[in-house]
């Protein structure tokens, strides 16, 4: 039958627990995709996991809100982590553009280390590719990807 929806639980590599959960749901047919956080404390984890189920499609689910960043990024962390005040500094345009577009690069070849292959889609933890400064930054990412669908 062809399928003609997409369910993707994001989030695979956060925690051990997020990532048995995604691979249940998968399991039970509730979830067609995922897409997998590279800061993750679980991203090995979750790597292994996807190695066990070659048919589900683990796509890139970049992050700028939450956790270490891949690469260095002194104009938007705090303490060294990335936080929810990036939607004040996107209102404010005062967000560190080269950084950001050097992370998703970063964070995109992280991905390709992690689980041996391209990511099969793109989206981002909460919505941040949507941003007008950002969306542009992760165009030349998208051409990479296998299907270029962005959530």
Not at 116 to 131: A, K
Request: glycine share 8%; proline share 5%; with cysteine.
């Amino acid at each position: 039958m062809e399928r003609v929806l997409i369910v993707n639980a994001d989030d695979f590599g956060l925690s051990k627990g997020q990532n048995y959960g995604i691979v249940e749901a998968y399991r039970n047919g509730v979830v067609t995709s995922t897409t997998a956080l590279v800061n993750g404390e679980a991203i090995d984890h979750a790597a292994q996991l996807s190695r066990e189920l070659p048919a589900l499609g683990v796509g890139m689910h970049f992050v700028l809100t939450l956790g270490k960043p891949v690469s260095e990024m002194p104009g938007l962390t705090r303490d060294g982590l990335l936080g929810k005040w990036i939607w004040q500094m996107a209102e404010e345009d005062t967000l560190p553009l080269d950084e950001i577009a050097h992370e998703l690069a970063c964070q995109y070849q992280r991905f390709i280390d992690v689980f041996g292959r391209e990511p099969t889609h793109l989206d981002s933890h909460h919505h941040v590719h949507m941003f007008p400064q950002i969306f542009p930054h992760r165009r030349p990412l998208c051409g990479a990807a296998r299907d270029c669908v962005t959530y």
